[in-house]
């Protein structure tokens, strides 16, 4: 009993005003179900491999949808180009008759950018539904020359012998955006070790191949517990709750603008029809009020970005966020 | 808790019909998914994913794992028969596998396949069994350098063991390197020689380019000799590997099973390097490897091993280090994170009903799996009597499924035709197809750890030289180019 009240507590803290609204959400849904709509599977598009963070997300989520709504969900990769693929294929080929559901992150919003040379924008992909962000975490090891020490120190190392400290990063993504703030604000050097994504750079944190690794709580934490590796910073405005005792790196450094922060959310092709726009969000905005799917997604180590669990003023703020990426680049020159 | 206890624990777990019935049914859909082009196990694993929701977590893992060691060894049925690998891991196996199809041994072959399946994963599993912790801390110092020279000896094996004329042979190793730079560069993400083409900027699809290259060129070139009215020109001669088999294979076997092992274990390593490598190794120390692609058995046991082996080998740093060295194994550490559980290295002490029941349910699925390949064997092999004018609409369309289920992706079958184009006109002109396959498999780790190396390095290219496994590595690669030209003097 008590426990239940505790999930239900958690659930309305996480999503106050959307489950503010009263009544069973299945009646709810079906109050908002489109005539003939759908006749078939609706297609959540992941554009990464199965398996990974973005994956295990939308198959939690489509599991929890079926659950809410009664419709059939198949999830399905669509990967290439490090999402590339996948994201124009959602842009500028899926059919807009609300059968494709983008489950996406803000990774999104790069590629739109800096890659899609014009053939996209990001605008051409609706935001329906919030899901949960997971920051970038520095990680650091737990042996070796570098072991107990800080964000700060290893900074300072890199400025006092630059290019000696190896980071492993992501190329042309927030991994490597986030050095570049922390070298263009302390005059560090680092060495850049370029990996494929950022488990692969904890692979060669706990094999001494980097000094330091970036990487999401759920592809370190098991390293973590045995004490092989060690978080050290979170880029993410406020500590974790499940990381209290690691500072943002805002605390670490002295600022206020290492954040770096996969949000994750759904999208529809602009072009789909309003009702089923309509439909389709709230049948996963139904979901994310279930507690169990909440404790799912808390078990990963995410969080919920109260910007964004608001359903009313989600998409204007994931345009906010957005446009202060796109500022990001301008400012650093990668946008002209 | 020692390693037999842990045993004993595991094949407590695991005997329940249950999890018996779920490793048997994970056997039998991975055979299946193995034998279908085109559905490879990354697929199937992220198809049945849900699946695994409603299970316990044991009775889960142990389906996906057999699954993928499973597709291991169905993946060399139409490889052998039609020259269409029916996952990546079993490309190589096409290059001679095939061609004893045609001498009419393809029993012998999938004989070979199957049994050299078995013998490396039971290896592997007795391996994981006694020292998966401690190898795991070690394979995971296996850094880009090591990975580096590793590649480098793999691409000079090859060029070392090409037949025929050494020029041809370059010129398709650079081919295959050009090929696999199409697409986003790995380091710095930067579009390449793509002309503005969303979908080139994905890269050329592995499998698309072997099932044109193998499987489409194979029909083309069949159909020209209308005369002929099935694949195989000899009678089909006995069904089981005879005695000079066994003896041209039980090496092959047994350094496929290290080999594939190791190149498990390693980060980015995996079936499918695993499986190039072993076939260039074999052709590089065999006393013949002229007999190389004209349907030398030890090319078919070798590689065939390498990829099982190397399926045991990559589950271990999952398990014992929570950290996965491919796509396949992180899709696995995914199914266990949905179920809550998060491997690492206190993984072992904390669940050690989860890890030896997964560990004890691959030697059960290896038996599983023997005793269903087998007897396939016999019926498999009947299906060459089938007409050519009745197979080949088949192989085709075994081909285009194959090619778009894997990505869904209308380009690549596009892809697919031109290089089966590409692959018939390099065959009329005898070029070798080998060489560049194993390039364009080798290419992209070969280019990024290369990259790695020389960014994590303060001093440039001495990192090669500064850790003792590189070195050791590509001394060996200097002494095989350095008898390449020797032999190129002489003749």
Known sequence: MKSAIALALLSALLATPAAAQSGDPKAELAKLKPKDFPTGPIEYTVVYPAGGGMDVTARLLAKYVEKWSGDKIVVNNRTGGAGMVGHAYLATQAKPDGYTVGVVANLLWGDAMLRAQGRWAYTDLEPIAYLNSDPLVWVGPTDGPYKGMSVKQIVQIAKDKPNTVRVATVPGSMWEYILDQVEANSGAKFLRV?????GAGINALAGGNVDIAQGFFSEFRGLADAGKVAPLGVAAPERLSFLKDTP??????????????IIRFAVVPKGTPADRKAYLGAAINAAMRDPELVAEYLKAGVYFDPKLTDPARMEANLKAYAEAEREFYQKTGRLK | MDAVGGLLTGFGVILTPENL????????????????????????????????????????????????????????????????????????????GHQMAKQGRAGAALGIAAIGSFVAGTLGVIVMTFFAPAIAAVAIRFGPPENFALMVLGVICTLYMI???????????????????????????RERFTFGSIDLSAGIELLAVVIGLFGVTEVLSNVER???????????????????????????MLRGSGLGFFLG????G??????????????????????????????????ESANNAAVAGSIIPVLSLGIPGNPVTALLLGALVIQGIQPGPLFIAQRPDLFWGIVASMYVGNVFLLLLNLPLVGLWAQLLRIPYRVLFPIVLLLSVVGTYSANKNVFDLWVMLGFGLLGYVLHKLEYDLAPFVIALVLAPLLEQSLRQSLAMSPDGAMIFLQRPGTALMLTACAVLVALMFRRAKKS
């Open chain 1, 194 to 198: 370029p990996f494929q994504g950022g």
């Open chain 1, 248 to 261: 943002t790196m805002n605390e670490a450094l002295g600022g206020n603008e290492y954040q770096w922060i």
């Open chain 2, 21 to 96: 019935y779920l490793c048997f049914l994970g056997s039998l859909i991975g055979t299946l998914v193995g034998v279908l082009p085109g559905v490879g196990p990354l697929a199937a694993l992220a198809l049945l994913l849900p699946i695994t929701f409603t299970l316990t977590p044991v009775g889960g893992m142990v389906m996906l794992a057999s699954i993928f060691y499973g597709a291991m060894y169905g993946g060399s049925t139409t490889s052998i028969l039609l020259n269409i690998p029916g996952e990546a891991a079993s490309v190589v196996t096409c290059f001679d």
């Open chain 2, 226 to 252: 209308i005369v002929k009215s099935t694949v195989v020109t000899d009678r089909i001669r006995g069904l089981w590997p005879t005695l000079a088999d066994w003896r041209a294979s039980w090496r092959p």
């Open chain 2, 270 to 303: 995996g079936p499918v390097t695993a499986s190039f490598m072993s076939y260039a190794l074999e052709k590089r120390i065999s006393a013949h490897p002229e007999r190389f692609g004209k349907g030398a058995i030890e090319g078919v046991a070798g590689p």
């Open chain 2, 265 to 268: 274990l390693v980060p980015g």
């Open chain 2, 163 to 189: 037949g025929g004329s050494l020029v041809k042979g370059v010129l398709m190793v650079a081919l295959g390197f050009l090929t696999a730079a199409i697409g986003i560069d790995v380091v710095n993400g």
